[in-house]
């Protein structure tokens, strides 16, 4: 079992940037590819960035590729999003998810993911 809370979230000016944190707990967090999805207002929840299980590998929605950065440590089990030059349609709430022991970089189907936290709102003024 893995529990997922994130943290960070905020209210930011257009071109700012802020900082996401996911920890995580439990003995599994090692052996999960960790994602970041969001959800905007009316809309599905959508993937943003994904790390697979050492952190070698990333993967991103082209919407955020330039501009977010996904990493995480293992010795502190939380994965992280780093978010610049952010804009009004980054708006939305947050989640962090867990895909347990998935090789390689988790994709972008949600269906997939066995954990998620609770969310946190990112709002970007323009």
């Known amino acids: 079992q893995v529990q997922l809370v994130e943290s960070g979230g905020g209210l930011v000016q257009a071109g700012g940037s802020l900082r996401l944190s996911c920890a995580a707990s439990?003995?599994?967090?090692?052996?999960?590819?960790m994602a970041w999805f969001r959800q905007a207002p009316g809309k599905e929840r959508v993937f943003v960035a994904g790390?697979?299980?050492?952190?070698?590998?990333?993967y991103y929605a082209d919407s955020v590729k330039g501009r977010f950065t996904i990493s995480r440590d293992n010795a502190k089990n939380t994965v992280y999003l780093q978010m610049n030059s952010l804009k009004p349609e980054d708006t939305a709430v947050y989640y962090c998810?867990?895909?347990?022991?998935?090789?390689?970089?988790?994709?972008?189907?949600?269906?997939?993911?066995?954990?998620w936290g609770q969310g946190t709102q990112i709002t970007v003024s323009s």
């Open positions: 439990g003995r599994a967090f090692g052996n999960c590819a």
């Open positions: 998810a867990a895909d347990r022991g998935r090789v390689g970089v988790p994709g972008d189907d949600s269906s997939v993911y066995d954990y």
């Open positions: 790390i697979s299980r050492g952190g070698g590998s990333t």
